[in-house]
């Protein structure tokens, strides 16, 4: 018989499931590359509006929740600016996760599940019981960013995630050493978490040429950015390191693609660029997941120039395809690059134009470090390789 495992998460990358981020990516990523293996793979999520189909062999519910009702509660609440509002949305939220919490435990009984994973973000769906086993993957939690990345506290996710890993604490995933060792600090877990790192699946082409670096489709001194347009990802400093680049190098471009939901790029963006910077520069919007790769393969360099992260799937698809990266100095970007080796680390804005104008000088031996790109992501952070890890783990769980 074949293994049931139930993922219950907040997000999926399908069109018909909205909006996501990179948990969605690797839930639906990993549920494939699961299902392909002879598991019976099932996704629970919630929203307004129920709904059941599937993603090729993955089972896709999607439970009707309060959010509708909660949604005109919370606002009329807030519109009367009757103080207590944040304790009313606490509660609030507290009523929905523990109704899907309920509609969950019966979801589980009628789909005779053997294994489940969520994800650490938001705490969902937090009151739920079962003996089974169950696994708590650390991708960023709230109360993570909110204590080691600066962000703010969630007040309607950081209580739920506390109880959440008090109840499940056994058997946590970190997607990397950094993310296992804030999320055990953070949650104050008595075991370590297991460290397994998010794979990819290699692209069958890459886009370099061994011998030449910068053959088609690669743009000769374009410097591109792919990411949130948000302060905290490293948008800012990507600008004034360019206004610096563009000064050294007339006829550089800079390439910019991601979500914009605070109009950070109109409104700020715009003002740090420089007049000349800006007229090579193009933003993007958000591209769709199937087209990024053919964007990517036309830099030359490519900057991640975030304050924090737990993991970055997006670093492992640039390297895959054997670009160039400059990163910041973060740790989970230390535990992939290996600095002069296979991509940069740069400590402050200084370091990236030294190193991007090494490298549109022909300093570095870009072919080599291309090379050694791939070969790190072939090794460590292929979607076979760590399919076998997981699977190993899924199957100790079950068989304790």
Not at 114 to 121: A, T
Not at 143 to 169: H, M, N, Q, W
Not at 279 to 291: F, W
Not at 334 to 361: C, L, M, P, R, W
């Amino acid at each position: 018989m074949p293994i049931k495992i139930c993922f219950f998460t907040t997000e999926y990358a399908i069109p018909e499931l909205g909006r996501s981020g990179g948990i969605g990516v690797f839930i639906k990523n990993h549920a494939r590359e699961l299902a392909a293996s002879g598991f019976d793979v099932f996704i629970c999520t919630f929203s307004a509006k129920p709904k059941i189909f599937n993603d090729g062999l993955v089972k896709i519910t999607v439970i009707k929740d309060l959010s509708h009702y909660l949604h005109r509660l919370k606002e009329g609440y807030r519109k009367s600016r009757i103080p207590g509002y944040i304790t009313f949305k606490v509660f609030l939220s507290y009523l929905n996760r523990k109704y899907i919490s309920i509609k969950f435990e019966a979801y589980l009984k009628e789909n005779k599940i053997d294994i489940i994973e969520l994800n650490d973000y938001g705490g969902y769906p937090t009151y739920f019981k079962t003996q089974l086993p169950v696994v708590i993957r650390c991708h960023g939690s709230a109360t993570v960013l909110y204590k080691f990345f600066g962000y703010s506290k969630r007040a309607a996710d950081v209580p739920f995630e506390e109880i959440l890993f008090k109840r499940y604490a056994n058997n946590v995933i970190g997607v990397s050493q950094y993310s296992a060792d804030t999320s055990h600090d953070a949650f104050k877990l008595t075991l370590r978490p297991k460290v397994i790192y998010n794979g990819i699946d290699l692209p069958a082409v890459t886009s370099t040429v061994d011998n030449n670096y910068i053959a088609p489709p690669t743009i000769p001194f374009s410097v591109f950015y792919f990411g949130a347009i948000r302060e905290r990802k490293g948008i800012d400093l990507a600008a004034k390191v360019f206004n610096q680049i563009i000064k050294l190098f007339p006829n550089a471009t800079f390439h910019v693609s991601g979500s914009d939901n605070n109009k950070h790029w109109q409104n700020v963006e715009k003002e740090i660029l420089s007049a000349q910077a800006l007229s090579n520069t193009t933003y993007y919007g958000e591209i769709e997941n199937s087209r990024i790769n053919e964007h990517l393969k036309k830099a030359h360099l490519v900057l991640f120039p975030s304050y924090g992260e737990n993991f970055s799937m997006a670093l492992l698809e640039v390297m895959a395809l054997g670009k160039i990266v400059v990163t910041s100095a973060i740790p989970s970007y230390k535990e992939i690059v290996n600095d002069g080796v296979n991509g940069f680390i740069a400590d402050a804005e200084k370091d990236y134009v030294q190193i991007i104008s090494a490298n549109f000088k022909k300093e570095k031996n870009l072919a080599e470090i291309s090379s050694q790109a791939k070969k790190t992501i072939k090794s460590r952070f292929s979607m076979d390789k760590v399919l076998k890890e997981n699977i190993e783990y899924y199957k100790a769980l079950i068989n304790k």
